[in-house]
């Protein structure tokens, strides 16, 4: 059991960078940006590369560059080329496909083997224990949760949230939402890219298929988060995100350690449990209007 505990809050924190991105594109600007699974392998591939070349924390804020990169793609697209949010990130996230292969010398996965990561390099200090992988990524998540509260807190920050909100009001007060759109985007995808560079160097390797299906696991963890944290200021967002991603790695792993499902169905259990995810405010909302009736049929038959 504490293996399980251990390890699921290790993924949870690596994987809450994600949802941390996509609760700024998706909850803050309102735009579906779908180039999350191209840029996690982008963050990976950078990260892993650098980290074979004797670069492991310069790894760190190259892949969040190329992350940015990435956004800033696809905020041009929608911005100045007039492609809609869905289409823009899918055609930046087949695009970096091409990259993600250049950014790993042509390969479908880059491995490292005796090279030393951020990880290793932390291990070798002891000051954690068998508990330094928790140690890091939980510093690096929860870091990364403040200065996006910081940042969202400040003017630029509020213009990308007033941008999100309503648009033409924003025009209308002489801020540029094509600048803070852009701005938007590419934060998000820099966390993504975080997320991808921190995974990839605590697994030692990175997959040019290794970001399929992020996006929906992503966003069900916002959902989860949100469902149990609830919504309102940007400080209850970040930690919506963080819970709801540590959250989904529990029922992962104990899906799994059980033994109810086996591995062959591993698909199908993810498919599940974000079907589920994704449906809970639904399915909330419907046991709540149940529970109304039944309560003015029972006053009625009084």
Known sequence: MLFITQTALEL???????????????????????????????????????????????????????GACAGFIT???????????????????TGLYTVNL??????????????ETVFTLLRKTGIFGDWYELALAAAVTLLAGVLLVWFLGTRLGLSIRATG???????????????????????????TALSGAVVGQAQKSADINGGTGIV?????????GETI????????????????SIIYRFIYALVLRTSIVPIDCLKLVTAIVVGLA??????KSWAALQKRKIAARMEGGD
């Open 165 to 191: 909100d309503n648009r033409d009001m924003v025009r209308a007060s002489s801020i540029n939402p094509t600048f803070t759109i852009t701005v938007g985007l590419c934060a998000a995808n820099a966390l």
């Open 102 to 115: 250049m950014a790993m010398g042509w390969k479908s996965n880059v491995s490292l083997l005796k090279q």
């Open 229 to 244: 944290v609830g919504r309102g200021s940007m400080l209850r967002g970040a930690a919506a995100v963080v819970a709801g």
């Open 278 to 283: 994704i449906a809970a405010p639904s399915l």
């Open 75 to 93: 905020a041009f697209l929608q911005t100045r080329l007039g492609v809609p949010s869905i289409l823009a990130g899918i055609v930046t996230n």
């Open 12 to 66: 949870g924190f690596m994987y809450a960078l994600v949802s941390m991105a996509l609760f700024l594109s998706y909850r803050v600007l309102d735009i579906a940006d779908l180039t999350t699974d191209g840029a996690f392998v982008l963050g990976a591939a950078v990260s892993v590369s650098m980290a074979a070349a004797g670069h492991p924390f310069l790894g760190i804020p190259a892949a969040m560059l190329a």
């Open 216 to 224: 929906v696991i992503g966003l069900a963890c916002l959902i989860i």
